[in-house]
């Protein structure tokens, strides 16, 4: 558990560098809301709701389920939407990401992973499965490549404000085998 516990530390100081003013976020894909209310506690200038296509029996923020594809809210009901390790679980990225930028305002915080590098495919898939496994989530293993990302902010009509990728979400020794900048953090704006 202390491997988990420093991920969502760490993930949430390179998340909460990411909001850059205070406000109301939509964490899509929320799951348990760990990692928002992590967040919280670094930034408790944001208020933070959830939507999830599973409701988890115990949330730590409000959240809602909602289908997977049109998330519930008018646009630009929130200042930001969220969405942490999501992107690769979905067929349609752009449609995903699309719907986020519709609901924001001031922008997207993303946290996903960079298919680059030996090995990175197996690496990600075996991250990917252990970190869901027993909570019924889809796994399509949909990982994009640098370039790819670039394209779909391209297509989604959206611009990279930041973008940080040394996030040393694991101790030694795990960190040599799941780190290897594979993972990145980013806010992208209309």
């Known amino acids: 558990m202390t491997v988990m516990n420093r991920r969502v530390h760490r993930l949430s100081v390179a998340l909460s560098d990411m909001f850059d003013s205070s406000g109301s976020v939509i964490d899509v894909g929320c799951g348990d809301g760990t990692v928002a209310l992590s967040i919280q506690s670094f930034r408790p200038d944001l208020q933070f709701h959830g939507v999830d296509v599973f409701m988890r029996p115990n949330v730590a923020i409000p959240a809602k389920v909602y289908d997977g594809t049109n998330i519930p809210y008018e646009d630009n009901a ?12 979905t067929d349609d990225a752009a449609a995903v990401l699309s719907e986020c930028l519709r609901v924001a305002k001031r922008g997207v915080i993303i946290k ?17 499965w252990i970190g869901n496994r027993g909570h019924d989530v889809r796994l399509p293993y949909n990982y994009l490549t640098s370039d790819e990302w ?9 611009e990279l404000a930041q973008r940080r990728s040394r996030l040393k979400l694991y101790p030694a020794p795990f960190s040599w085998l799941f780190d290897r900048q594979l993972h990145f953090v980013a806010r992208v704006c209309k």
């Not at 996903?112 to 990917?128: C, I, N, P, S, Y």
């Not at 670039?150 to 959206?158: G, I, K, Q, V």
């Open 150 to 158: 670039s394209r779909l902010f391209h297509d989604t009509n959206c």
């Open 112 to 128: 996903d992973h960079v298919l680059q590098g030996l090995a990175a495919e197996k690496t990600l898939r075996f991250m990917d």
């Open 78 to 89: 929130f200042d930001y939407a969220m969405v942490v390790d999501v992107l690769h679980h």
